[in-house]
C-alpha cells in the first residue's frame, strides 16, 4: 500500500516556473513506477511525465520544459516546470505503479494522490 500527497501547485505567470512534489508512505516505493497526470477542465486525464529505476519520459508538448525526478531516500518524485505556458493550467496529479516499468497509461497506475492545482496566467 502506498499513499502519495502532492505540493507545490500555485499560480504563477506565463513563462515562470514551479516545482511540484509528491510524497510517498510505502517502503517499497523505491521498486515502483511513477508518474504524473494533468487534468484541465473539460478535458480527460493526460499524461505528462513517468520514471522509473532509471531515466523517464514527458510527452511531446512538455519536452525541453518539464523534468521529472526521483529520491527514493526521500520517498518523494518531483517534477519541475519551467517556461509555463497557459496551456499547462491543470490539476496535476502524482501517481505510482507496483511494477518498475514505466507507462504513459493512467490504468496503468495503482495509487494516486490528491492533486495540486496549476494555473498559468497569460
Known amino acids: 500500500?502506498?499513499?502519495?500527497?502532492?505540493?507545490?501547485?500555485?499560480?504563477?505567470?506565463?513563462?515562470?516556473?514551479?516545482?511540484?512534489?509528491?510524497?510517498?508512505?510505502?517502503?517499497?516505493?523505491?521498486?515502483?513506477?511513477?508518474?504524473?497526470?494533468?487534468?484541465?477542465?473539460?478535458?480527460?486525464?493526460?499524461?505528462?511525465?513517468?520514471?522509473?529505476?532509471?531515466?523517464?519520459?514527458?510527452?511531446?508538448?512538455?519536452?525541453?520544459?518539464?523534468?521529472?525526478?526521483r529520491d527514493n531516500a526521500k520517498n518523494a518524485v518531483y517534477l519541475q516546470m519551467n517556461s509555463l505556458k497557459p496551456e499547462d493550467t491543470a490539476v496535476y496529479y502524482c501517481a505510482a505503479r507496483s511494477i518498475r516499468f514505466i507507462s504513459t497509461m493512467a490504468d496503468d497506475y495503482d495509487y494516486w494522490g490528491q492533486g495540486t492545482q496549476v494555473t498559468v496566467s497569460s
Open 1 to 69: 500500500q502506498v499513499t502519495l500527497v502532492e505540493s507545490g501547485g500555485g499560480l504563477v505567470q506565463a513563462g515562470g516556473s514551479l516545482r511540484l512534489s509528491c510524497a510517498a508512505s510505502g517502503r517499497t516505493f523505491s521498486m515502483y513506477a511513477v508518474g504524473w497526470f494533468r487534468q484541465a477542465p473539460g478535458k480527460g486525464r493526460e499524461f505528462v511525465a513517468t520514471i522509473g529505476q532509471g531515466g523517464g519520459r514527458t510527452r511531446d508538448s512538455v519536452k525541453g520544459r518539464f523534468t521529472i525526478s
